[in-house]
């Protein structure tokens, strides 16, 4: 089968389309055609070797996909030929990929591939992180960075949809219109404006009740400031390479509270807590109240290609990978 090797750490040079040998699926686990695979930025710093709990060269990276089951190991509650979506540990960027059953859900109705390769990771961080870890409610006020991502768009909607009030944050006035469609209230240009100047200006100095940083670095820092007394900040990532580095001393005098998110540590420990919001969520996506936004589609012998147009801010949505 074909793959996309990472073959060392580095650029995205060291990507390169290889042959490897079709996985069998053991106990638990189901082999599945790959007809889409989703791209995170957790591919990237895997890929750059930054990645706390990565793997080691050569590897196949890619955690989620959409397709269609193709052999199955014992013990498990899928047939061949179930079309499928959800988490595989690592080979989502080849052909075929292994995935835990337990991981994996069924595609909705009328959802494509690529939609499907789009649904996992988004959709769970996003909403785990403003409910499940942010504890949002609704009537409170939220800023989400990236808002135009693929994290971005699928936080907006549901927080929009719960009765939020959205800041969102973007580096261009595309991706700020993108997200003033999803339901953005107060979209930010931070190329062009300071966001916490922004944000204080519309809430009379007060702060928003809940962040999402994905960003890390300076954005983490200055987040802090955009926060309401007894605000909450939850950190799901460190896209500009660098881990934010909040003082301590301000989270004291202004009860704050920093919560961080780490999808894979959270699905390993705590299965249920990650999944329950599953049917809801596939729910509001059959119904239409909300929707994968799929930006970009790659053929595989492109994943270098995909790499470096996320690398550059050039994507809105979800960038996948097509076979």
């Given at each position: 089968m074909k793959v996309a090797e990472v073959t060392e750490f580095g650029g995205n040079e060291n990507i390169e389309i290889n042959e490897r040998e079709k996985p069998e699926p053991g106990s638990g686990e189901v082999r599945i055609e790959v007809k889409a695979a989703g791209i995170n930025f957790a591919d990237i710093m895997q890929r750059r070797g930054h990645y706390q709990g990565g793997p080691d060269p050569a590897y196949v990276p890619g955690m989620e996909v959409a397709g269609v089951v193709d052999a199955v190991g014992e013990g498990?509650?899928?047939?061949?030929?179930?079309?499928?979506?959800?988490?595989?540990?690592?080979?989502?960027?080849?052909?075929?990929?292994?995935?835990?059953?337990?991981?994996?859900?069924?595609?909705p109705e009328d959802m494509s591939y690529?939609?499907?390769?789009?649904?996992?990771?988004?959709?769970?961080?996003?909403?785990?992180?403003?409910?499940?870890?942010?504890?949002?409610?609704?009537?409170?006020?939220?800023?989400?960075?990236?808002?135009?991502?693929?994290?971005?768009?699928?936080?907006?909607?549901?927080?929009?949809?719960?009765?939020?009030?959205?800041?969102?944050?973007?580096?261009?006035?595309?991706?700020?219109?993108?997200?003033?469609?999803?339901?953005?209230d107060h979209p930010i240009q931070y190329t062009e404006e300071d966001f916490v100047e922004h944000v204080n200006d519309i809430t009379d100095g007060d702060g928003v009740d809940l962040v999402l940083d994905g960003i890390g670095s300076e954005t983490t820092t200055e987040s802090l400031k955009?926060?309401?007394?007894?605000?909450?900040?939850?950190?799901?990532?460190?896209?500009?390479?660098?881990?934010?580095?909040?003082?301590?001393?301000?989270?004291?005098?202004?009860?704050?509270?920093?919560?961080?998110?780490?999808?894979?540590?959270?699905?390993?420990?705590?299965?249920?807590?990650?999944?329950?919001?599953?049917?809801?969520?596939?729910?509001?996506l059959e119904s239409g109240d909300l929707d994968v936004i799929v930006g970009t589609s790659f053929d595989l012998e492109d994943a270098a290609e995909a790499h470096q147009y996320i690398e550059d801010r050039k994507s809105s949505g979800k960038v996948v990978l097509t076979p």
């Open positions: 498990v509650g899928r047939e061949v030929g179930d079309e499928v979506m959800g988490f595989v540990e690592e080979g989502g960027y080849a052909e075929y990929a292994l995935a835990n059953a337990a991981g994996l859900f069924d595609l690529e939609e499907g390769a789009g649904f996992p990771v988004q959709f769970l961080t996003a909403h785990n992180c403003l409910f499940e870890w942010g504890d949002m409610t609704e009537g409170e006020q939220v800023l989400i960075h990236a808002a135009a991502g693929g994290v971005g768009t699928a936080a907006v909607q549901l927080a929009s949809n719960a009765g939020a009030e959205v800041f969102g944050t973007a580096s261009t006035e595309e991706k700020l219109d993108l997200a003033e469609d999803l339901g953005c955009a926060l309401t007394h007894f605000g909450r900040m939850v950190s799901f990532g460190a896209a500009s390479g660098e881990p934010g580095q909040p003082n301590t001393a301000d989270l004291l005098f202004n009860n704050h509270t920093v919560i961080g998110y780490h999808l894979g540590q959270a699905m390993y420990r705590d299965p249920g807590r990650v999944f329950q919001a599953v049917p809801k969520l596939t729910g509001q």
